[in-house]
């Protein structure tokens, strides 16, 4: 079974992806439609669904998920970590 609903085609986005007003606008335009997509197929339930299907999945996810963390966190004052472990495997 596919995880990927089919869209329904009054809800895609149809207009244009370019402006002159530069490179910038461009790269709004796509997270929009990025995001616009992600919101048809389901959002995060679809995307915690995605990633359990397949170990695949999950790979990409987490690669996809480290490129978008910052390197490195400067905090100041006092902060406290808790980690739980996943009981499941991925």
Same mark, same amino acid.
């Given at each position: 079974? &596919?995880?990927? /609903?089919?869209?329904? /085609? #009054?809800? +895609?986005? &149809? %207009?244009?992806? %370019?402006?002159?007003?530069?490179?910038?606008?461009? +790269? =709004? #335009?796509?997270?929009?439609? *990025?995001?616009?997509?992600?919101? #048809?197929?389901?959002?995060?339930?679809?995307?915690?669904? *995605?990633? =359990?299907?397949? /170990?695949?999945?999950?790979?990409? *996810?987490?690669?996809?998920?480290? =490129?978008?963390?910052?390197? %490195?966190?400067?905090? &100041?004052?006092? +902060?406290?970590?808790?980690? %739980?472990?996943?009981?499941?495997?991925?």
């Amino acid at each position: 079974m &596919s995880l990927i /609903p089919q869209p329904q /085609p #009054q809800n +895609i986005r &149809s %207009t244009a992806l %370019t402006q002159p007003a530069g490179g910038n606008v461009v +790269i =709004k #335009q796509l997270r929009e439609v *990025f995001r616009d997509a992600f919101d #048809q197929l389901g959002g995060a339930a679809w995307l915690v669904e *995605f990633v =359990k299907e397949d /170990p695949a999945n999950a790979r990409v *996810f987490i690669s996809a998920i480290s =490129k978008l963390l910052p390197a %490195t966190v400067q905090v &100041s004052g006092n +902060i406290v970590i808790q980690a %739980t472990a996943l009981d499941e495997e991925l």
